[in-house]
């Protein structure tokens, strides 16, 4: 999946770097009733791209509703961010959902974002899966595939993903336009695979940091792996978790940085 040291990890149908512009995505919508977890109006208004979740491992119809509301009026491009049905465990816990069930609760998701989205004048624009789908994405071709038939029930949109992954694999051969991200606040192993949330060290906590690394990534230098070695990155797309602590602040200071190193900040739809 990556080339330590040298060549790139696959960027997907539209390859990487795109030219001198970089997305930048974030994780909205994050919170139940009257909980909030992400600063979702700070964020949109540095983010070109909202992860908006759907309800299954956070959101309420209430939630998704404003954050479209407030993205379609920033011009902030709109994602369905689709999960496990896991609101417990955040949509962290891996879990065995049969491919057929899994593609319509993938649909579902994106379906009912979709409606607030064109309410507020705008639409689902990609499709993200969340936590523990996203990465059981990269390996499995089941659920993989399951994934890219409910994005294909849901009206054939852009996949968002981990360059290499089984994911961006099946939407591409499912005729999905592809997008390949890279996280400028998680570690990454020497494969260009995300480091388990469970093990010390896998996100990047140092504001200085992470403003380095989605420099270094979106200027094609790669991102040092947790053991030291190179790991080269094609993404046309850069996540910063909306979840983190002052997000929204290293999420400005990250934009800063990209368009000081001459890059263009946009959105990749």
């Known amino acids: 999946m990556a080339d330590a040291g040298s060549g790139a990890v696959g960027a997907g149908a539209d390859g990487g770097g795109g030219g001198g512009a970089v997305d930048l995505n974030a994780d909205l919508g994050e919170g139940f009733g009257r909980w909030h977890l992400t600063d979702d109006e700070a964020l949109l208004s540095v983010v070109t791209s909202a992860n908006v979740a759907c309800g299954f491992h956070a959101g309420d119809p209430a939630?998704?509703?404003?954050?479209?509301?407030?993205?379609?009026?920033?011009?902030?491009?709109?994602?369905?961010?689709?999960?496990?049905?896991?609101?417990?465990?955040?949509?962290?816990?891996?879990?065995?959902?049969?491919?057929?069930?899994?593609?319509?609760?993938?649909?579902?998701?994106?379906?009912?974002?979709?409606?607030?989205?064109?309410?507020?004048?705008?639409?689902?624009?990609?499709?993200?899966?969340?936590?523990a789908l996203y990465n059981r994405a990269v390996h499995d071709a089941e659920q993989a595939a399951a994934i890219v038939e409910g994005v294909v029930l849901a009206g054939r949109l852009p996949v968002l993903g981990l360059p290499g992954s089984r994911l961006l694999s099946a939407a591409a051969g499912a005729g999905l336009a592809t997008v390949a991200e890279a996280f400028a606040d998680r570690a990454y192993t020497a494969q260009g695979t995300l480091v388990p949330r469970r093990e010390p060290g896998a996100v990047i906590g140092e504001p200085d940091a992470v403003v380095t690394r989605a420099v270094r990534i979106a200027s094609g230098g790669g991102v040092t792996s947790a053991?030291?070695?190179?790991?080269?990155?094609?993404?046309?797309?850069?996540?910063?978790?909306?979840?983190?602590?002052?997000?929204?602040?290293?999420?400005?200071?990250?934009?800063?940085?990209l368009e000081a190193a001459g890059l263009r900040v946009a959105a990749f739809v």
């Open 63 to 131: 939630t998704m509703r404003r954050v479209c509301e407030l993205a379609a009026a920033g011009g902030v491009r709109i994602g369905a961010q689709v999960s496990y049905r896991d609101l417990a465990g955040f949509g962290r816990r891996s879990m065995d959902v049969p491919p057929g069930e899994l593609a319509a609760e993938v649909a579902y998701q994106i379906g009912a974002l979709e409606v607030f989205a064109r309410a507020a004048g705008a639409a689902v624009a990609y499709v993200k899966p969340h936590g």
């Open 227 to 257: 053991d030291g070695r190179t790991v080269r990155i094609a993404a046309r797309s850069l996540c910063v978790h909306g979840d983190t602590p002052g997000a929204a602040q290293l999420a400005a200071r990250v934009r800063q940085a």
